[in-house]
């Protein structure tokens, strides 16, 4: 390295976002993450023994997946390299497979490739990794916002250890803060700054678990306010608002926040709480979800859950559906609601959706039954020669519009699908069924 290069490096360093400068060096500095890096977990014993293995790390932002793969290039003593999906492609795979092959001949030392938004690389590109992870040309260390088990190749799964890291809590983002604070050499202790309680448990609150926000947040905060008389920075409530102004929701589209959020939504309906409901359904507004997408959702609830306890439920699903699509959104948002609140409160059955699947799994499964003739479609020319609709009764020719007569298949006659319960309107559903029986 040329003395130029070395100059622009440690001048890229000095004026580095906050977040970057103050990254943990070792194991003792890192923050949160005990579950997995715990002093009796394995990763923890595998970094100190320096016996690392393939790994993938996955969580949302700012809760540490890129400084634990730092932590553990400045704790091993395999040589370290490093590749963003984003601008590296198959080019570079292999001029780091290259240099890592040459390094294992001339100095018998392995290579570390940690791999930053490892899900953005296609699948031949991760193909291209395969055969060295396989044979230990390189050691893997992958950091992903996404599932991998979605968008990791299963090959490349099979030959890494997973470890999902959890948002940090409030604690741990409080030390991260003072931490910034006090470090004279990387952080902002060369200033004098003053910060207000509240000011700092709103800039942990509104990070939610996400460090990387909290120290850009305190950074803006202190560069952009002017030292009093005294030389004194002082953050208050107002500026961490003006520099934080919107809560960071960890909501992709395609990830697991997406999925497990629509599924406590729906969970939230089926089991009754609008409160509950109402939550989750904000949290995937604020998120920009898809507004047809939680209709849909509001819509098979109706009929999954609520089904025939309510049948009016399903008409208030489908006509948010619909005024979502005639009003947009931000309106839109209050049909949803009125909807989802609606299926929350109403009695539930999902007697409708158990028979459905009954009866197609008899139709899957069993001989299929000939329509009983008195069933069959009369109305063609000489339907009537081959016996069809012969002895059919007509329900409204008796009283109460009902007379008993054979509906099912012979081999399944006496099989019931429909059970309806003693909910809501269901139950005088079952009411006039027992009647029928009985008459």
């Given at each position: 390295m040329d003395l130029f290069t070395l100059s622009a490096e440690r001048s890229l360093e000095k004026s580095s976002p906050l977040a970057d400068r103050i990254r943990p060096t070792s194991l003792e500095e890192y923050i949160g993450q005990s579950h997995i890096i715990g002093k009796d977990k394995l990763l923890y014993r595998a970094i100190k023994a320096d016996k690392i293995s393939s790994i993938i790390l996955y969580g949302p932002p700012g809760t540490g997946k890129t400084t634990l793969a730092k932590v553990i290039a400045n704790t091993t003593?395999?040589?370290?390299?490093?590749?963003?999906?984003v601008t590296s492609g198959i080019k570079e795979i292999r001029e780091v497979v290259d240099?890592?092959?040459e390094r294992i001949g001339m100095y018998n030392q392995k290579t570390i490739l940690f791999v930053d938004e490892i899900h953005r690389f296609n699948k031949s590109q991760q193909d291209a990794l395969l055969p060295y992870v396989e044979n230990g040309t390189i050691i893997l260390i992958g950091a992903t916002t996404e599932n991998p088990y979605f968008e990791v190749n299963k090959a490349l799964i099979s030959r890494?250890?997973?470890?999902?890291?959890?948002?940090?809590?409030?604690?741990?983002?409080?030390?991260a803060i003072l931490r910034a604070l006090k470090d004279k050499d990387k952080g902002l202790g060369e200033f004098n700054i003053e910060m207000e309680r509240d000011a700092l448990e709103h800039l942990i609150n509104i990070s939610?678990?996400?460090?990387r926000i909290a120290l850009n947040g305190l950074e803006l905060g202190v560069l952009t306010t002017l030292p009093d008389e005294n030389g004194v920075i002082k953050i208050t409530l107002d500026i961490i608002q003006e520099c934080v102004q919107?809560?960071?929701?960890?909501?992709?589209?395609?990830?697991?926040?997406?999925?497990?959020?629509?599924?406590?939504?729906?969970?939230?309906?089926?089991?009754?709480?609008p409160d509950a409901t109402l939550y989750w359904l904000a949290k995937m507004i604020y998120a920009g979800e898809d507004p047809k997408y939680i209709a849909r959702r509001i819509i098979i609830?109706?009929?999954?859950?609520?089904?025939?306890?309510?049948?009016?439920?399903?008409?208030?699903?489908?006509?948010?559906?619909?005024a979502v699509n005639i009003i947009g959104m931000p309106e839109g948002r209050i049909p949803l609601a009125q909807a989802a609140v609606y299926i929350a409160c109403a009695?539930?059955?999902?007697?409708?959706?158990?028979?459905?699947?009954?009866?197609?799994?008899?139709?899957?499964?069993?001989?299929?039954?000939?329509?009983?003739?008195?069933?069959?479609g009369s109305n063609y020319c000489g339907a009537s020669n081959l016996g069809n609709g012969k002895g059919y009764l007509y329900p409204h020719n008796y009283k109460g519009g009902y007379i008993e007569q054979q509906y099912l298949p012979d081999n399944i006659v006496g099989t019931t699908y429909y059970d309806p319960t003693e909910n809501g309107y269901e139950k005088i559903i079952k009411e006039y069924l027992n009647k029928l029986n009985k008459a």
């Open positions: 003593k395999l040589h370290f390299d490093q590749l963003n999906a240099r890592a092959k890494s250890m997973i470890f999902k890291l959890e948002a940090l809590s409030d604690k741990e983002i409080e030390i939610n678990g996400d460090a919107q809560r960071a929701i960890k909501y992709e589209k395609n990830g697991d926040e997406h999925y497990d959020t629509i599924s406590a939504f729906i969970k939230s309906m089926r089991g009754s709480d609830c109706a009929s999954e859950d609520v089904g025939n306890a309510d049948p009016q439920a399903l008409n208030v699903a489908v006509s948010a559906f619909e009695p539930k059955s999902n007697s409708s959706y158990i028979g459905i699947d009954k009866a197609l799994e008899d139709v899957k499964n069993k001989k299929m039954g000939s329509v009983p003739l008195h069933l069959r």
